[in-house]
T-cell receptor, first 117, second 113 residues
Framework: DTGVSQDPRHKITKRGQNVTFRCDPI?????LYWYRQTLGQGPEFLTY??????LEKSRLLSDRFSAERPKGSFSTLEIQRTEQGDSAMYLC????WGGGTGADTQYFGPGTRLTVL | GENVEQHPSTLSVQEGDSAVIKCTYS??????FPWYKQELGKRPQLIID?????GEKKDQRIAVTLNKTAKHFSLHITETQPEDSAVYFC????????????FGDGTTLTVKP
């Protein structure tokens, strides 16, 4: 395992369709983050998991978005009833958060580029 | 919440010159400041980071300085090379927000040969 992987790398869908993305973190990392990045902007935090528990969701994450990490390993991000405004790069990152003080380095995946027509 | 501002948005330098990118943050509790390099179509990759208990960190041609009082930190790249051309993002995070990072909007660095 050489890094965070994401699948698919690209997704084109029609407005109103549902899409699901997958993220496989670095195997020993217990924290997993989802970010969204639009052109010309930095990544924006969406949600994160500590093992299988989803501990925080951004206000950016509407009810159409849901994320899971059922066994504390890979995670999925689903968008229901996609809208054109959902078009963006969806980035996953993981970190070996140790439970103590000090934020840990986040390692990013290659992202899934979503285009909603 | 945290707000991170990054300047300049674009920077063009001649090969061999130095480049400096500056970021300011709003949350005085922030204590971890990573810098990422993102090439076109690729993932953000960490190039250097600094924690609030130090004022400066250097790794070969790259250095980061932190001024906690003024709440700003800067990336310095010396002897720039064309392969340094990319978008650079600063970020800030704190233990109390679970390490999730707030990013600046990026600086597009172009190094002209």
């Amino acid at each position: 395992d050489t890094g965070v992987s994401q699948d698919p790398r690209h997704k084109i869908t029609k407005r109103g369709q549902n899409v699901t993305f997958r993220c496989d973190p670095i195997s020993e990392h217990n924290r997993l983050y989802w970010y969204r990045q639009t052109l010309g902007q930095g990544p924006e935090f969406l949600t994160y998991f500590q093992n299988e528990a989803q501990l925080e969701k951004s206000r950016l994450l509407s009810d159409r978005f849901s994320a899971e990490r059922p066994k504390g390993s890979f995670s999925t991000l689903e968008i229901q009833r996609t809208e054109q405004g959902d078009s963006a790069m969806y980035l996953c990152a993981s970190s070996p958060w140790g439970g103590g003080t000090g934020a840990d380095t986040q390692y990013f995946g290659p992202g899934t580029r979503l285009t909603v027509l | 919440g945290e707000n991170v501002e990054q300047h300049p948005s674009t920077l063009s330098v001649q090969e061999g010159d130095s480049a400096v990118i500056k970021c300011t943050y709003s949350d005085s509790a922030s204590n971890y400041f990573p810098w990422y390099k993102q090439e076109l179509g690729k993932r953000p990759q960490l190039i250097i980071d600094i924690r609030s208990n130090v004022g400066e960190k250097k790794d070969q041609r790259i250095a980061v300085t932190l001024n906690k009082t003024a709440k700003h930190f800067s990336l310095h790249i010396t002897e720039t090379q064309p392969e340094d051309s990319a978008v650079y993002f600063c970020a800030a995070s704190t233990d109390t927000n679970a390490g999730k990072s707030t990013f600046g909007d990026g600086t597009t660095l172009t190094v002209k040969p």
